[in-house]
C-alpha cells in the first residue's frame, strides 16, 4: 500500500512539474509574442513617418519651387517649333542596300565572344 501511495506521488510531483513546464513555455512564447508585436508597430510607425516625409519631399509646389529656384528652365515659346519641311536633309547613306549592317555584325561578335554572370559559359556552349 505504501509503494502505491509513494508511487502516486511521485506520479502527482512529475505531473506538476510538467504543467508548471508548460506554464513556463507558454509564458516566454507569450512575451515573445508580445515584443514582435511591439517591434510590428514599431516598424508601422516608422513606415508612417517614412511616408509622410516623402509626401511632404514630393509635393508639387515644393518641387515646382525647388525647380525655379536651382534650374535655370524657360517658359516654352510657340516660336520654338519650326515646320518639317525646314529640317536638313538626311546625311548620306554610307552602307549600300546589299551590305550587311555593320553595328549589328559588331554585336553578333561581341555575344559570341562575351559571357555574361558570374557563373563561366559550358565548354560545349563556345
Known sequence: M???HLLVI?????AAAYVYRIKMESTV???RVLRLHAEIREQRDAIAVLRAEWTKLDAPLRLQGLAERHLALKPLNATQYDQLK???ERPPNFVRPGDPDP????????????????????EDQQ
Open 10 to 14: 511521485g506520479v502527482l510531483v512529475f
Open 103 to 122: 553595328i549589328g555584325a559588331m554585336i553578333d561578335t561581341i555575344d559570341s565572344v562575351a559571357v555574361t554572370g558570374s557563373v563561366p559559359a559550358p
Open 29 to 31: 512564447r507569450t512575451e
Open 86 to 88: 525646314n529640317l536638313p
Open 2 to 4: 505504501r509503494i502505491l
